[in-house]
């Protein structure tokens, strides 16, 4: 397994000067005359209360209650090993890095997954996933562990069975030790489910662990909470005039607030419409379906937390409150390395992405709030800025390595 992954290794600079570079191409260009206008930017005091919103960043945050493993480095352990094997898939040839390759920010790049066959969306990052309400583009799981389960169990992705996970646990010397490791006991000899669940808590506990960094957007909002002054924000006067659009014109922070840049919710904003087959992708609304039917969500008896507390969303949930076409919110925190873009990867750069909601109107993508805007009509120059901002929200480097800690005994 560990050569396996050693083959997966690719150098992040590479991939992030490839995205910049397409990005910059796309870029809309701006005369002299939009130049002229620029000035260097200033902030009002409402407007750095919501940049200071964004942070701080790298902050602690609590284990899930849903998972009893969730920070313990004995269940990261294991999962990073199952996250790379391929014999949790029913044929034995794809694994869970397939898709989720490290060095491109836990994605492929590609337009859309392919696992044993093509799916209908792009792979979404694995980066910062710890505290979301929801998992999926459209929201089918309500853990990070259930969540973690729906692929193996894809026909179209792992394609396996649980029992074929609960067997290889069971007979694998390696990894049914490492189970009773984590979970104090070993598999289930009989409750395949049991053992299907641990190996999706496993594997919930390793991707919590996948934390980008601080940004140079970071760096520049500690500042201003720290009050210096502006001689000594190391923050260009683009990304500073992209962001006072970003927090203001643009709207941006209606869906893509906090630290993480995202409200964890979903709006149709029209980027994806369909799936490759021509017909709507329903997204949310066949999400809500999905995750209520299932017998592996919060309101089943695989929940660790016995408040019932982390389940109160998920009984909230219906058909009713899952609009039609709605997809989930993406973070935007190294979004430069994970392109394309769009639920289904149609889009190829952020400049083509600005272009697309530059063009839209407010109305459509804040009438769940009820509060109409004016359309965005943003100029070239403001465009290019605001490519500039969303740039200086990513790391453009992945240290993670998968560390071989030796035999189980």
């Known amino acids: 397994m560990i050569s396996a992954t050693n083959r997966l290794k690719r150098t992040a600079s590479r991939i992030a000067c490839a995205a910049i570079g397409a990005a910059c191409a796309m ?3 701006v005369s002299p005359a939009d130049e002229s206008v620029t000035a260097t930017p200033s902030f009002t005091d409402s407007e750095i209360r919501i940049i200071l919103s964004h942070g701080p960043w790298g902050g602690y945050a609590p284990p899930d209650p849903t998972n009893r493993v969730s920070g313990k480095p004995a269940a990261i352990e294991f999962g990073a090993r199952l996250f790379f094997d391929q014999r949790l898939s029913g044929r034995g040839t794809v694994s ?4 989720h390759i490290p060095e491109r920010n836990w994605t492929d790049n590609m337009r859309r997954s392919i696992g044993m066959a093509e799916m209908d969306r792009h792979t979404p990052t694995l980066m910062n996933l710890l505290g979301a309400r929801w998992y999926g583009w ?11 389960l729906r692929p193996i169990l894809d026909e179209r992705e792992l394609a396996a069975t649980p029992r074929h996970v609960a067997q290889l646990v069971r007979n694998d010397d390696q990894l049914s030790c490492r189970y009773r490791k984590v979970f104090g006991a070993p598999p289930s000899a009989t409750d395949d489910d049991a053992v299907l669940v641990g190996v999706g808590k496993a594997l919930a506990a390793f991707q919590e662990s996948l934390v980008s960094g601080a940004t140079s957007f970071d ?6 909470a720290r009050g210096a002054p502006p001689s000594s924000w190391n923050y260009s006067e683009p990304a500073q005039r992209g962001l006072k659009i970003f927090i203001g014109k643009g709207g941006c922070t209606a869906c893509h607030a906090g630290p993480n840049f995202t409200n964890g919710e979903f709006f149709n904003t029209g980027l994806s419409r369909h799936a490759p087959t021509g017909k709507p992708d329903p997204g949310r609304h066949a999400g809500t379906g999905k995750l209520l039917e299932s017998r592996f969500n919060l309101l089943g008896p695989h929940n660790d937390d016995s408040t019932g507390a982390s389940a109160a969303r998920t009984r909230q949930a219906s058909l009713e409150k899952g ?15 994970t392109s394309p873009y769009g639920r289904d990867g149609r889009v190829d750069t952020i400049a083509e992405v600005v272009r697309h909601y530059a063009g839209l109107d407010p109305v459509r993508l804040r009438a769940k709030d009820g509060q109409p805007g004016k359309p965005l009509n943003l100029t070239p120059r403001e465009q290019t800025d605001l490519v500039v901002f969303l740039e200086s929200l990513s790391t453009f480097s992945n240290p993670w390595r998968l ?4 035999q189980c005994h």
Not at 219 to 224: I, K, T
């Open 96 to 99: 869970c890095a397939t898709c």
């Open 27 to 29: 870029l809309p260009w």
């Open 323 to 337: 609009g039609f076409g709605e997809f989930k919110v993406p973070s935007l925190r190294n979004l430069m390395l």
């Open 219 to 224: 760096r520049f909002r500690d500042a201003l």
């Open 138 to 148: 459209d929201g089918a799981a309500d853990s990070l562990w259930f969540q973690s």
């Open 403 to 406: 560390e071989d800690d030796g």
